[in-house]
């Protein structure tokens, strides 16, 4: 710095009155900061509980409320883990197992394509999905989130493991439209191929690591219904 | 102010008395036959798309040009001519007309009019109806349908602002043999199975209206080249990049990638190359410019059809071709 | 500074940011919000609301902290303040509506960045009174906020057909997808800068024409 430019600087303030500011904002910022989100957490908790709720009892018909899961090598826990996935078990009204809703994602067209599924152990079957997040060409791709026909597919989508219990009997998978023969195959959508295909992919990736994980411990979620 | 000329590139003929309006009027006379060929395959409704993009073309060059006398000089017509053969033939009226006035508004004046644009106008609109309506842009009809030239296809009629109507049905009940509805483009990319070249070659596939037949596309383009008005080295770039970038690949997968014969044959390949490629401002003006352009809007195009989610990349080979040259005025 | 003069609190105080100085449409600042989250009008309102809090907000705080803070590490405070007020609106908007607060995603966070907010806590709240730094912040959110909508109207009409979520045309109307994708964003803007530009130039011609003073930069 040469002289002119420090002749231009104003008086130079000690490095304690700095500091002394410096703590005082970060102190002020710092409490409003935590009186917001303690004053705004009981609202967030309860929107956010709302908005699962309603995504778990689409795919899992009939479910009227639910218990979250973090499922990891070593069994269910009631806390996340680093390796665990989260699973939400739907009850009904008389606390009996429903489903097993879980997330799955996969590269759509635009970006990411996320959605929960639900699994019924009784059918062995995906009865429903829902999309949670997509950026899927409106009128062409987001046809995912609302085609009835679409949809329909995973009514009772055949989700069976394999005899040795490792994986999926028959990959999940989606065939060209107007071509679906078996019950495990996704009918696509006539000009949205791409984005149909991401959904089979995606359920077929998750339900092909998680079910074989899973399944061991249906009884684990079936014996809370006892508790109250 | 003086009468508007082109500069035209180093070509050795250099003396050859062009101005705009011969220029364009030679460009007219050679589209004017894909017109009629698209016509003829698709009737009444190809006719009245056809107009309805012109007018809305001249319409707004009028509009936003009235101190000069533009209209006259053909540009105007060719703009929307090439316009109306990239769109599909069932195309509404309506959205064409809005893709005439994207084109001259947002591709042309805006940049300052005639010989000024950066971009390709009629390929401008043709980039924003494909964003903006990507159901209609990606609706085929079957070629040479029964009793085109007395009825029209029951989409291009759509009032304005509304949403054309199904025409899938209509389509099977009409169509001569079996129609998928499906561009060649489409199904090779999804189901592997590449169309005949000879069917290419003579227009009986789905696609838009400009690239019915490759052959007459490419009998218009040699009477521009021999006339000297379209430089014949950016076609000729155009497919040596994407023939052996084709054929490279299918190398590769034969199963996946088709070959290169089918790369330059289907879609929009020949009519982008010799028509929408090398328009005179848009284009560069060294030999060498001129073949580098060329091989990279063949390549680039490749590589989207091949790897985009979309089944053709013409359109947005030619528009980045445009982009990386350089302004030459 | 100017602290001493210029204290009385005039009409252009507030209209500043509201036409002369628009923070879109003059300053051009602000653009990564302007952009996109102006895909539909609630966005572009809520996004609107969201920085006019915090304008409002840092603006008072800074002007009357700005004579306790030395200036070396002004900007430091400034960000500081600024960010506390977005942390807090980011809660709140949670708290709100959680679809409101996806829609609108990261960029809530990004208001932090947006260059109107620190940009008139340097240049205008650390100089005047609080009363005057409110009103003018006032003024500033006001008009992002107006600007911000003038877009997210025409982009959800056009884009989905639509005000607010309500339906305009009916089930026939074909929606224009390009105008809900990022490239909307940029042809709106665009139109309304041509539009601005158009009246401003004929304004300047009027007055040359007309003899009176014009005030051409």
Request: aromatic letters at 8%.
């Amino acid at each position: 710095m040469n002289e002119a430019q420090q002749a231009m600087q104003p008086p130079r303030a000690s490095s304690t009155l700095m500091m002394i500011v410096l703590n005082g904002i970060a102190m002020l910022a710092g409490f409003l900061v935590v009186m917001t989100s303690q004053l705004t957490a009981p609202r967030i908790a309860e929107n956010q509980r709302i908005a699962i709720e309603q995504a778990v009892s689409k795919v899992i018909p009939g479910a009227t409320r639910h218990r979250e899961f973090h499922l990891g090598k070593d069994g269910l826990r009631s806390e996340p883990g680093a390796d665990t996935t989260t699973i939400y078990a739907g009850y009904d009204d008389q606390d009996h197992l429903l489903g097993v809703a879980a997330r799955a994602a996969a590269q759509g067209y635009a970006d990411m394509i996320y959605l929960l599924y639900g699994y019924d152990p009784t059918c062995q079957c995906i009865r429903g999905i829902k999309v949670l997040k997509f950026a899927e060409t409106p009128g062409l791709g987001d046809k995912i989130t609302h085609d009835a026909a679409f949809q329909s597919n995973f009514d009772a989508l055949d989700a069976r493991l394999a005899p040795d219990g490792q994986g999926l009997a028959h990959a999940i998978a989606k065939v060209k439209h107007g071509t679906k023969q078996h019950d495990w195959e996704i009918d696509a959508i006539s000009g949205a191929t791409i984005s149909s295909t991401a959904v089979g992919k995606a359920l077929n990736q998750s339900a092909q690591a998680l079910l074989p994980q899973l399944l061991p411990h249906l009884q684990e979620l079936r014996a809370t219904e006892k508790r109250p | 102010m003086s009468k508007p000329t082109i500069e035209l590139r180093a070509t050795p003929h250099i003396h050859a008395p062009h101005d705009v309006v011969k220029i364009m009027r030679n460009v007219v006379f050679a589209s004017l036959p894909m017109a009629a060929w698209s016509i003829w395959s698709y009737g009444l409704s190809a006719l009245l798309l056809m107009l309805a993009v012109v007018a809305s073309c001249l319409l707004t060059e009028r509009l936003f040009n009235r101190h000069n006398n533009t209209l006259g000089d053909w540009s105007t017509s060719i703009t929307g001519i090439l316009l109306f053969l990239t769109l599909p033939p069932g195309f509404p009226a309506w959205m064409g007309m809005l893709a005439g006035f994207i084109a001259i508004g947002m591709g042309k004046v805006m940049f300052g009019g005639l010989g000024m644009n950066v971009f390709n106008p009629a390929l401008i609109g043709r980039a924003f109806v494909q964003a903006a309506f990507p159901v209609a842009i990606t609706t085929w009809i079957p070629a040479f349908f029964e009793g085109r030239f007395t009825r029209l296809i029951p989409s291009t009629l759509t009032p304005p602002f509304t949403i054309p109507p199904e025409t899938a049905a209509w389509s099977q009940q009409v169509a001569v043999d079996a129609f998928t509805g499906a561009t060649p483009l489409a199904v090779q990319k999804f189901d592997h199975v590449a169309a005949p070249a000879l069917h290419l070659l003579t227009g009986t596939t789905a696609g838009s209206l400009g690239e019915g037949s490759a052959l007459i596309i490419l009998a218009c383009g040699l009477y521009l080249a021999l006339r000297r008005i379209l430089d014949w080295r950016i076609p000729l770039a155009v497919m040596a990049g994407t023939w052996p970038s084709a054929e490279l690949f299918h190398w590769i997968d034969p199963g996946v990638y088709p070959d290169g014969l089918f790369m330059l044959l289907s879609g929009g390949l020949m009519p982008g190359a010799w028509f929408m490629a090398t328009d005179m401002v848009g284009s560069p003006v060294t030999p060498r410019g001129v073949v580098i352009y060329g091989l990279l809007i063949g390549i680039v195009t490749v590589v989207i059809r091949l790897f985009g989610g979309l089944t053709e990349g013409v359109m947005y080979a030619i528009l980045l071709g445009n982009a990386a040259t350089p302004p030459d005025r | 500074m100017t602290r001493k003069t210029d204290t009385q609190i005039t009409w252009k105080t507030f209209s500043e940011g509201l036409w002369a100085n628009n923070p879109v449409f003059v300053m051009l600042l602000g653009m990564c919000p302007t952009l996109a989250v102006t895909n539909s009008a609630i966005n572009a309102l809520a996004m609107g609301l969201a920085t006019t809090f915090v304008l409002l907000a840092s603006g008072l705080l800074v002007s009357l902290l700005a004579r306790y803070i030395p200036k070396q590490v002004r900007i430091a405070t400034y960000i500081v303040i600024i960010a506390t007020f977005v942390t807090m609106i980011d809660y709140i908007i949670q708290a709100i509506s959680l679809d409101l607060y996806n829609a609108l995603g990261a960029f809530i966070q990004l208001i932090v960045v947006n260059c109107i907010i620190l940009g008139r806590a340097e240049a205008y709240a650390s100089k005047h009174r609080p009363a005057k730094a409110v009103l003018n912040a006032l003024g500033m959110g006001a008009g992002f906020t107006l600007a911000l909508l003038c877009l997210g109207l025409v982009r959800e009409i056009l884009g989905s057909g639509s005000v607010f979520g309500v339906d305009l045309f009916g089930p026939a109307f074909q929606p224009w997808v390009i105008m809900t994708l990022p490239p909307g964003g940029f042809l709106v803007l665009g139109a309304w800068l041509l539009l601005f530009d158009w009246f401003r130039l004929r304004r300047q011609q009027k007055e040359t024409v007309t003899g009176g003073q014009s005030d051409v930069a």
